[in-house]
């Protein structure tokens, strides 16, 4: 592996993924102002002349709740533009990465998710995904879609950002009860996923950080951990809320989607760090600074 192009360099994963490969690779990134994947002649026109060996593919259209008003946009982006991503690869003999998400299950279940099990979208955005990896795999079985959840990093704001910094300034904090995920540091992802190429994964594979939580566990950590390194923090308790009083959300969230990565350790012998870790060191060495 030489040359990689990672699309979506200005999203958590994508810029995580740039600073850390191009320290032995030949990176070549995207952001969205530069190849916007709602613009498909863009894309050939960007890639065909340019030679890789590896193409990961962050950008998707993530916000659910548009989605579900701009079903077609969803797809050209979500789907069709990975479809051809997939065939430029497939054309140069390189190998796609394409990144997809927890929601493509139902969350129904409660045990952990593996790549086994079947999906059921509640969503446009969730159906559109599971397109694409449909998609980049009819193109080539020797592809990689890379299912995350609950993704956050030092390079955009994410769930945890947004708590903490509602926590600063307010004595009262909630968050969803009954909602469960695992969370997925971009740190931990970005070296599993260069274990998991290197290991010449294909398919499906679920990767996140070990263990489990609601958002509002996951919150009461965040702000814990804050104060314990001298964060100053209004709120000192996360109160519950329902995916019920979510009156604001317009798409379907599915409840439980633990990911499991037993198929990830399984190919590389390395087993993800539980997420309170991966939190505490976050906070410790990102938000501790700002």
């Not at 259209?61 to 430029?88: G, K, M, P, W």
């Not at 000192?236 to 329902?242: D, N, Y």
């Amino acid at each position: 592996m030489r040359s990689i192009i990672i699309i979506g360099a200005n999203g958590r994963l994508g810029a995580a993924l740039t600073r850390e490969y191009q320290r032995a690779f030949s990176v070549k990134a995207f952001a969205r102002s530069q190849l916007d994947l709602g613009k498909l002649d863009q894309i050939r026109s960007t890639l065909s002349e340019t030679e890789f060996d590896l193409l990961v593919n962050c950008a998707a259209l993530t916000n659910v709740d548009y989605c579900e008003s701009h079903r077609d946009e969803a797809f050209l982006i979500n789907a069709q533009a990975a479809r051809l991503l997939a065939e430029i690869c497939s054309a140069k003999s390189a190998r796609m990465i394409d990144i997809s998400t927890d929601y493509v299950f139902d969350g129904k279940q409660n045990t952990s998710y593996i790549e086994e099990d079947p999906p059921a979208p509640l969503s446009v955005y969730a159906e559109s995904k599971l397109a694409g990896e449909k998609e980049v795999l009819t193109v080539s079985p020797k592809n990689l879609v890379v299912r995350l959840s609950w993704v956050f990093g030092p390079d955009k704001p994410s769930f945890i950002d947004h708590i903490i910094q509602r926590a600063r300034e307010n004595e009262t904090v909630t968050a969803v009860a009954d909602k469960f995920s695992s969370p997925t540091y971009t740190v931990d992802a970005v070296n599993c996923l260069r274990l998991a190429w290197e290991n010449d994964a294909q398919g499906i594979l679920h990767l996140c950080n070990s263990g489990a939580c609601s958002w509002q566990e996951w919150a009461q950590y965040a702000i814990d951990i804050c104060r314990s390194v001298g964060i100053p923090m209004k709120a000192e308790r996360v109160g519950a809320l329902s995916l019920a009083d979510m009156k604001n959300f317009v798409a379907r969230r599915p409840a439980h989607t633990v990911l499991s990565a037993a198929k990830f350790s399984a190919l590389t012998g390395v087993q993800p760090r539980h997420w309170r870790e991966a939190v505490a060191e976050y906070i410790s060495v990102h938000v501790s600074k700002k």
